[in-house]
Structure formats: C-alpha cells, structure tokens
C-alpha cells in the first residue's frame, strides 16, 4: 500500500523551487537505476547526472523552456548505446564471469549468439531498442524518487541532438533518450499541484485471460 500511496503522491511537477536533495537520497534513486533488469543484462545506457546551473540552463534553452529543467536539483539525462557493438557486448558479458567467478557454457553460447546477431543489425534498430532498456531504468528512477519524496518530471519534450552536443555524447557513442528532472516542487506556483491524477479505467487497461 505504501508504494501506492507514493505513487498517488507523485505527479509530473510543472514548477520546482530550487532546493537541493541530500547526496544520500540521490544515492538511492541512482541505486534503483542500477537495480532496473535490462535484456541480456546488458545495461546499455549511461545517466548524465547535471548540477551545473549553466548547464541546466542551456538545456532549458533546447528543451521547450521547461522551468522545471533550471529549477530542478539535479537534472538525470538518460542516453543510450548508440549501437550494439562487440566490445560493448563482450564487457558485460566478462563482467558477470568475473563477478561471479565462472565460466559457463550455456552463457558462452549466448554471447555468441548475441555477438552474431546484434552488432550486423541497422544502428538505429539497435539504438531503439537500448533507448527501451533506458526507459525501463527511468521508471524505477520515477518510482524511487517518489518513494523519497523527492519529485520529478518525465521528460521527452527537448531537442535531442541539441543536447548530445551539450554534452559532447556523440564522442561516448551515446544518443540522448529521455531526462528526468529531480527536485521539490514548487506548491505556490505549479498550476497541476492540486488536480487530480487522471487514469483510465481498469476495464480499458486490463483484460484478464483466464
Ligand atoms: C516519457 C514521458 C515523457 C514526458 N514528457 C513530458 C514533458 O516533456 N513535459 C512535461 O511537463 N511532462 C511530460 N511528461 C509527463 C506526462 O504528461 C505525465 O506523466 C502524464 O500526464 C501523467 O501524469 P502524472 O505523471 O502527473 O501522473 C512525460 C511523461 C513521460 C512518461
């Protein structure tokens, strides 16, 4: 129920005000992005995390003037693996050997099938496909924040290859997908504060197969 409740509490904040979030509380919602599973286990994102009020302020430029994107505490930019290489591919699957100290045949076979597959794919197949895994990270950032009480906004409105230049992400091989920005909310000045959440119905969105 707990997990509702925040879910209930949290919405996507139009106006913030500036304060900052503890270190600690970053940590957590950093921890919960790490945590999200992701297809093969590949984790193929990076999350720029941006303090610097310039910065933030370029970005706003580039991203519909959002007032949340300088107003924010820190602002998370999910980018994604531009493509699937075999390096990209080979280091995940050596760090599961390492860190779990074995080598496995079954495992072995499947890098190889990955290593056949994906890098041989159109570069944008695969980045969509990288985009998707980041998404699912920036949702269980979403729900951490709010199980902190820290809020957020979910955010596609920005031009993204205004922001990969910002950030030089082309150079890391990373293409921009979604940001999030965290702070508190601004209760005096966010016209969406006290409306209410608006859903649509279970019938629409569930259909049970028994
Ligand atoms: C992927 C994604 C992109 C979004 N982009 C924006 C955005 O650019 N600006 C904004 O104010 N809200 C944005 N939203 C917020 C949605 O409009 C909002 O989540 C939705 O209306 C549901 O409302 P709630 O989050 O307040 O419950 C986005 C949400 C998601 C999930």
Redesign the pocket.
Known sequence: MELINKLNW?????AMNRQKISQEKIDTIIEAISLAPTSSGLQPFEVYVVTNQEVKDKIKAI??N?A?VSDCSHLLVFAAWDNYTEARINKMFDLVNEVRGFKNEGWENYRQMLLSNYPQRDPEVNFNHAAKQA?IA??QA?AAAAFEEVDA??????DANALDEILDLKKERLRSC??LPLGYRDVKNDW?VNLK???KSKEDLITVVE
């Open positions: 949290r919405y996507a904040t139009k991203a519909w959002q949340v998404y920036f949702s979403i906004t979910p955010m596609e409105g920005f979604v940001l969406l959440k608006v859903r």
